[in-house]
């Protein structure tokens, strides 16, 4: 069976954007893979955090992961802190991994060319550290939004070059960008990925927003003077997320989806985006409260662990030999 491997950062609550680039396809693809999901807290540190609120989003994650339908019975659901390795290798890793590499990665760059300073170095190097996440598991396939793809073809890279130095260390990893949502936009200003760091959070629905709210949000986002239901990411970048986010929720095309609406106004077609989104909230939100209520994240976590640490053990034991700095 082929491997897969992805996590999330909760540096805020979840949102559509995660569910509809990521975790649904987690779901999905846990029936024919072999599928490795972590919750990435060592990440969410790269950036300063509040200790409560930062607990609270990483228990909301793993709930969530469980209520959009991950199962700890076909899926390894794990806490990347629980796994010591990851560190480890990632410091390795970061030794095979060029400064000029870091510099082009966009996260960083964008926030190095917008002037920001005080920048943590954790925040620069945390594309290696993702790449000892996805390589310690020897993954076949790393399914990810689109914003994603350029560090796991970092993975790749640092993969390549340390199986040519060392010998056949490393799978190299290929990126798994879902054809529908790979990008969910923000609702107000839809030049803008959907992001849970958002300065105003109306352009963004997260998973626990209520019913009520994430209805106003799909109501009051930004459209176009055109008036046809169509896809048209330039000239109605609006209206495309909205189509892209209803085929993606509703598993139909594009295509299929722009037929459905093709005569309708943009009122009426709001109200059945927002019809889709309220009930995969109200579906969610209500294993969510089951699942925080119950033992489910612990006996989750323990297993998840176990089964992950075995890999990572022998997979550091074998990179730290052939390095020749086991001793
Ligand atoms: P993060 O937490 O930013 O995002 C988690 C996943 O959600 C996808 N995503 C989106 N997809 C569509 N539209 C959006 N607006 C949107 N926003 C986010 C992301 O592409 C991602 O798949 N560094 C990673 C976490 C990570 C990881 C890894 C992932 C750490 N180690 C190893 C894969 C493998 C991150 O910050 O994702």
Known sequence: MQRMLSGIKPTGELHLGNYIGALRNFVKYQEDYEMYVFIANLHTVTIPQDPKEIHKYLIDAIALYIACG???????????????EHANLGFILSCHSYEGELDRMTQYKDRKQKGETGLSVGFYTYP???????LMYDADFVPVGDDQKQHVELARDIAERMNNRYGQMFKV??????????????????????SKSDQSDKGCIFLLDSPKTARKKIMSAQTDSVNIVQFDTENQPGISNLLTIYAALKEITIKEAE???????YGDFKKEVAQEV??????????YTEIINSDIIEKTLTKGKEKAQKIASAKLDQVLTTLGIKI
Do not use: C, H, N, W
């Open 70 to 84: 991950l199962d700890k019975d076909k899926a390894t659901i794990f806490l990347q802190s629980d796994v010591l």
């Open 128 to 134: 290696t550290l993702m790449a000892a996440d996805i």
């Open 173 to 194: 990893p290929k990126p798994l960008i879902a054809e529908v949502g790979a990008r969910i936009m923000d609702l107000q200003d839809p030049a803008r990925k959907m």
């Open 259 to 265: 037929l459905i609406f093709k005569d309708y106004r």
């Open 278 to 287: 309220v009930e995969l909230l109200e579906k969610l939100q209500s294993d």
